[in-house]
C-alpha cells in the first residue's frame, strides 16, 4: 500500500507473478476496483498522477525496466497504454511531478516520459555522455522535489533552467593536492597624490561610486567619479518594504547596476539597470548578496551562485549592452566549493571551472566540450592579445599598499584575467568598498582608500591608481605570491 496526493492504493501482494495483478484505489472515500496489467512485483511502482496511474513493467527474469504504463479510468474501467522504454534501459524512476525516468549503462541512455513515448534527456554532462557510467546498483528515489539516480545523478524540480545535477559520493580519503598560491600585488606610491573627485560617498567601484534612492517604486541612480558619470530614474514595481541593494560593475565603461530585491524570506529577485532602462531579470531567487555583475566587450554576464548539498550551482546570463537577456544557463560542479569565474573564450560565453591542477576548464553555455587551459597566476606581458577572459570574485588577487589593503570579505573586488599563448595570465584587478558612505576617520587605521584600479605591465610589475578622500594616489606594485 501507499499514500499519496489524497489517494492510497492497495495491491493484492499474493497475485501471480506474471500478472495481472487486482488493486483497489482509495480517494475521498471512493473505491476504485482496478487491474493493473502487469506482475505483482511490477505492481508495486504504481504511481498516481492526477486522475491518471503510472507503472513500470518490469522484464521477469533481470528485474529490468521494459516499458512505462500509463491507466486512465474510461466510465467504469480502465484503459492502458503502453509506452516502450528505450533498449538499453535497465532501471525506472518516476519523480513527485509524474515524470518517468529511465536509464541504462551511460549517461548517454537517459531518456524521459511525461506519459507518453520516451524521449531522450537533455545531457547533464559536456563531452561525451556515453563516457560517463550511470550507478546502476545504488539507491534510485525521491525525497521532496529531489530524485537520487545512485551516487552519479540527482534530479530536482527546485529553480529553473537545467535540472540535472551530476554528482558523486564523496571520495576515499587521499592526500590532497597542494592548494594554487594566491596572487598578491604590494604597492607603493609612485608619485604625490593628485586632485581626485570625491569619492565618500555612494557605492565604492572601480574609479567611481553609485549612489541609489528608492522611493516606492521609484529608482533614482547616479553614477559619478574619474572613471565614470551619469544618472537614470527609473521604475521597479513590487512590494514595500523589501530590503533593496544596488551594486555597481567593476570595469564598467558605460553606467550600469546590478539590483537586488529581497523578501521576509530572505530570497531574493534582481534587475538590471543602465542610464536608460532597467530589464528585470529571470534568474534563481537566493540569499542577498549571491549575484554579480561583469561587463563584457559587447555586453555583460551576470552570475548567480546557489551551491547545493553536494554539488556547486552558478546560473549564468548573458545580457545585451542594454540588459536583454540573450541566454541563461545553470551549471553544477563538484566539489560545491571549486573556484569558478564567469567568462569568455573564442567568443562563447561560459564558466570557468579550477581544477585543482594548475588550470582551468572552460564550459561553454551553448554546451559541447570543455576547453582545459593553464592557469599561469602571473602577469600578462604588454600587449597581449587575448583569445578569451574570465573574471575572478572568489579567488581574486589581494592587493595592499601603504597603510591601506583590500579586505575581500568587505569589498567588492574583481581580477581581470585573460587567455593568452593558451596560458591564463592577469591582466587588472580592481575593487571599492561597498558601503554607502565612508568609514569614519576614527574607525580607520592608515589611508582611507575608497577603491582602486591596478593594471599589470608584464609578469611581475604593475600600475594602479587608489582614490582616497579627494585625492587619486598613483601606485606601483610588484607581484608576489602567498597564502
Given at each position: 500500500m501507499f499514500v499519496r496526493d489524497g489517494a492510497a492504493l492497495f495491491v493484492d501482494a499474493a497475485g501471480r507473478r506474471a500478472g495481472p495483478t487486482q488493486a483497489a484505489l482509495v480517494r475521498g472515500?471512493?473505491?476504485l476496483l482496478l487491474s493493473?496489467?502487469?506482475g505483482r512485483d511490477a505492481a508495486q511502482t504504481v504511481f498516481p498522477r492526477g486522475r491518471a496511474l503510472l507503472a513500470w513493467d518490469l522484464d521477469p527474469t533481470?528485474?529490468?525496466?521494459?516499458?512505462?504504463?500509463?491507466?486512465?479510468?474510461?466510465?467504469?474501467?480502465?484503459?492502458?497504454?503502453r509506452f516502450e522504454a528505450p533498449a538499453g534501459s535497465r532501471r525506472g524512476l518516476i519523480t513527485p511531478e509524474g515524470l518517468a525516468i529511465v536509464a541504462g549503462e551511460t549517461v548517454a541512455t537517459l531518456a524521459v516520459s511525461d506519459g507518453g513515448d520516451f524521449r531522450p534527456a537533455r545531457s547533464p554532462v559536456d563531452g561525451a555522455p556515453e563516457a560517463v557510467a550511470l550507478d546502476l546498483d545504488g539507491p534510485w528515489f525521491c525525497a521532496g522535489p529531489w530524485c537520487r539516480l545512485g551516487s552519479t545523478l540527482t534530479w530536482t524540480s527546485v529553480g529553473a533552467g537545467d535540472r540535472w545535477l551530476a554528482r558523486r559520493d564523496p571520495p576515499p580519503e587521499v592526500a590532497r593536492a597542494r592548494a594554487p598560491e594566491r596572487v598578491v600585488f604590494d604597492c607603493h606610491p609612485a608619485a604625490a597624490p593628485l586632485p581626485g573627485v570625491e569619492m565618500d560617498r555612494g557605492a565604492a567601484a572601480s574609479g567611481y561610486g553609485l549612489v541609489a534612492t528608492r522611493r516606492g517604486d521609484a529608482l533614482s541612480l547616479r553614477w559619478y567619479g574619474a572613471t565614470l558619470q551619469g544618472s537614470a530614474s527609473l521604475r521597479w514595481p513590487g512590494p514595500a518594504g523589501a530590503l533593496f541593494r544596488a551594486a555597481g560593475v567593476l570595469d564598467a565603461r558605460t553606467p550600469a547596476a546590478l539590483l537586488e530585491r529581497c523578501g521576509d524570506d530572505h530570497s531574493c529577485e534582481r534587475a538590471f539597470a543602465t542610464s536608460r532602462a532597467l530589464v528585470p531579470l529571470a534568474l534563481p531567487r537566493t540569499l542577498p548578496g549571491a549575484a554579480t555583475a561583469h561587463a563584457t566587450d559587447d555586453g555583460w554576464i551576470v552570475r548567480v551562485d546557489h551551491p547545493r548539498a553536494a554539488v556547486g550551482a552558478v546560473t549564468l546570463a548573458q545580457l545585451s549592452p542594454d540588459g536583454a537577456t540573450r541566454a541563461t544557463r545553470t551549471f553544477t560542479f563538484a566539489p560545491a566549493n571549486a573556484p569558478v569565474a564567469a567568462g569568455t573564450l573564442r567568443g562563447a560565453t561560459g564558466l570557468w571551472i579550477a581544477t585543482g591542477e594548475g588550470a582551468l576548464r572552460f564550459h561553454p553555455m551553448t554546451g559541447g566540450a570543455p576547453v582545459e587551459i593553464d592557469d599561469a597566476r602571473e602577469g600578462c606581458p604588454a600587449g597581449a592579445v587575448a583569445e578569451g577572459e574570465l573574471r575572478r570574485t572568489t579567488d581574486a588577487a589581494a592587493v595592499r599598499g601603504e597603510g591601506w589593503s583590500v579586505d575581500p570579505d568587505e569589498w567588492q573586488v574583481e581580477e581581470r584575467s585573460l587567455v593568452v599563448d593558451g596560458r591564463v595570465c592577469?591582466?587588472?584587478?580592481?575593487?571599492?568598498?561597498?558601503?554607502?558612505?565612508?568609514?569614519?576617520?576614527?574607525?580607520?587605521e592608515g589611508v582611507a582608500v575608497r577603491t582602486f584600479i591596478l593594471s599589470t605591465l608584464g609578469p611581475t610589475t604593475a600600475t594602479a591608481r587608489a582614490w582616497a578622500g579627494h585625492a587619486m594616489i598613483p601606485q606601483r606594485c610588484a607581484l608576489t605570491h602567498g597564502r
Open positions: 472515500g471512493d473505491v493493473v496489467p502487469v533481470s528485474g529490468g525496466v521494459t516499458a512505462l504504463l500509463r491507466g486512465v479510468r474510461d466510465t467504469d474501467a480502465w484503459r492502458w497504454e592577469v591582466a587588472s584587478v580592481s575593487g571599492g568598498e561597498p558601503r554607502d558612505e565612508a568609514e569614519p576617520d576614527s574607525a580607520r
